[in-house]
């Protein structure tokens, strides 16, 4: 593979573009919020570039987005520093982006998203785009926390099934993504006693004082490891998969 393929756009030449045989791309969605003392505030959009990034090196004709470094981040603002963009604005900054993309005819998308604050405005903007534009298709990797968690070897993590705010997971996977951004000799959080079933709507500062969320504690670099080659194979076959069947959705997934 030639090594433009492995370049964002962002330090992409044209000629580079024109010669890559580009016919989908991929976006990060990110934040710039805090995450506890221990690690960077562009975590978010560091490991959803990264997992970006990666895929695009194995699968063919994947463009990488420049990432979308804020979020919806009100919810984390009680925090010193949040950028935030509303959820009006984050939709309709995407849906502007998958205007811009259309009209280059690149038509398949995948949304890598990096924060939990963003799930209602991807949700929202990516289905009411599809209702007007059935010819752009989308597929999104919602919350890569979650999905990590279900893929690796069962008891890879220790407390609180590895989630949280810069928690025992997201730290590991920093370790993986940019370990020298990591200070975990000041890592510190707490597991949040929350209901079942029922979603409480809280704001960050309700759940720790420590800006962390989960035992970062736990993070090693080998956990990291584990959840960046689950979540990047995945994808890869994802990806294959789609390409193979057109990013036609009536076909059947398992054929
Ligand atoms: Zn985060």
Do not use: C
Not at 138 to 148: H, K, N, S
Request: hydrophobic share 40%; net charge negative; glycine share 10%.
């Amino acid at each position: 593979m030639s090594d433009s393929s492995k370049k964002t756009l962002l330090r992409m030449i044209g000629h580079e573009y024109k010669s890559g045989g580009y016919d989908k791309a991929v976006l990060a969605v990110g934040s710039t919020e805090y995450h506890g003392e221990h690690l960077p505030y562009g975590t978010d959009t560091l490991v959803a570039e990264h997992i970006a990034r990666e895929v695009s090196s194995r699968v063919n004709g994947l463009l990488v987005l420049p990432s979308l470094p804020f979020g919806m981040s009100a919810h984390y603002s009680s925090f010193p520093v949040a950028v935030t963009l509303s959820t009006e604005t984050l939709m309709r900054v995407l849906k502007e982006v998958f205007d811009s993309l259309r009209s280059h005819g690149l038509n398949r998308l995948l949304i890598v998203n990096g924060h939990d604050g963003n799930i209602p405005a991807i949700g929202a903007a990516t289905r009411e785009y599809r209702a007007h534009h059935p010819d752009f298709k989308i597929a999104v990797l919602e919350a890569w926390w979650e999905t990590a968690g279900q893929l690796v070897p069962e008891g890879t993590f220790e407390v609180w099934g590895g989630l949280g705010h810069a928690g025992e997971g997201e730290t590991s996977m920093m370790l993986r993504v940019a370990p020298s951004l990591v200070d975990l000799k000041k890592a510190k959080g707490v597991v949040p006693d929350l209901p079942l079933h029922v979603q409480l709507i809280w704001t960050f500062d309700e759940l720790t004082p420590y800006g962390a969320t989960g035992d970062p504690t736990k993070a090693t670099k080998e956990k990291g490891r584990l959840m960046s080659d689950a979540l990047v194979s995945l994808l890869v076959e994802f990806i294959e998969k789609m390409d193979e069947r057109d990013w036609e959705l009536l076909t059947p997934f398992s054929s």
